[in-house]
């Protein structure tokens, strides 16, 4: 089967994601009037910019993926405007990617999902790395994927409704793994810029389902700390352990040969993933170790 690809954001390259390369070049998009509940990105004066601030502390306030599920579509008509979403936790193994912990709405049929995941979690072959085109959002129609000599995705598109497909990949917490957030169908008001709007929108979903997907980790493994404390990355833990011996952020870094600033990020990470508010809770968590 011909691999599939995209080009990616800036200047075409020879491997791309998902699909096809045709199939992904920029579309031309007659711009529409958008409707007065979406809001303006950037914001245009301070009012909008509170709104917008009010619609992600809604997202990253979900404790829960049903929670976040919930919130996710009642964000969504203001800042991406769809018709349906599906996240998933991917990995590349021996150059297949395999999703699992799929979350979406009840309206996305199950039909769609098992033409996309297969029973071992194994999707259609996509012939490119994800892991390379993280952070990079992506913006696909089904009239492009209809030239695409591979119609595995095309087909998939065609049965299932699917006229165009916005989606972006961030990084997992652990070696070849990554979280895909795709979007069904994006209204014609912002598809023009539907990928600056995921560049937006993403990373505080990426946050909200750390944390909520850590939480349901907790709950279900009452065992040891270093059972629970599974889900930080080899680095989280590491910066971890120097925290709960008392370490400033500049002294990890020195200890780590890394920055005070890149600390500070993994810090943020670990406070998402394990729900702590304070470097206390964190050393509490590592005392014994």
């Not at 045709?22 to 031309?28: D, H, L, T, W």
């Not at 990617?97 to 996309?116: G, R, Y």
């Not at 169908?185 to 990373?203: D, G």
């Not at 920055?259 to 990020?265: C, G, N, P």
């Amino acid at each position: 089967m011909t691999s599939l690809s995209i080009g990616p954001v800036h200047a075409p390259k020879p491997a791309a994601l998902l699909f096809a390369q045709p199939a992904f070049c920029e579309p031309r998009l007659e711009l529409a009037s958008r409707p007065r509940s979406v809001l303006s990105l950037p914001p245009t004066d301070s009012q909008q910019r509170l709104q917008l601030t009010s619609v992600l502390n809604s997202i990253t306030s979900a404790r829960s993926i049903a929670e976040l599920t919930q919130q996710t579509q009642l964000a969504l008509p203001q800042i991406l405007p769809c018709e349906n979403f599906v996240f998933a936790s991917g990995r590349v193994r021996a150059h297949r990617v395999f999703f699992s912990h799929l979350i979406h709405p009840d309206s996305v049929s199950d039909d769609l999902i098992k033409a996309i995941v297969g029973r071992d979690g194994m999707i259609p072959p996509l012939g490119i790395d994800p892991i390379e085109h993280c952070g990079r959002p992506k913006f696909t129609t089904l009239e492009r994927l209809g030239n695409s000599p591979d119609q595995v995705w095309a087909k998939i598109f065609r049965e299932h409704g699917i006229r165009n497909l916005g989606w972006t990949l961030l990084p997992g917490l652990h070696r070849n793994t990554f979280t895909g957030y795709f979007f069904h169908n994006i209204s014609a008001t912002v598809a023009h810029e539907s990928k600056m709007r995921m560049m937006v929108f993403a990373p505080y979903l990426h946050i909200a389902l750390n944390r909520a997907l850590g939480s349901k980790l907790l709950r279900h493994n009452p065992g040891p700390n270093h059972q629970l404390l599974s889900i930080l990355s080899s680095r989280e833990a590491e910066i971890s352990r120097w925290v709960a011996r008392g370490k400033t952020n500049w002294e990890i870094g020195q200890i780590l040969g890394i920055s005070d600033k890149t600390v500070k990020t993994h810090l943020q990470n670990i406070f998402s993933k394990l729900q702590a508010s304070s470097r206390a809770q964190i050393a509490a968590l590592f005392c014994d170790e």
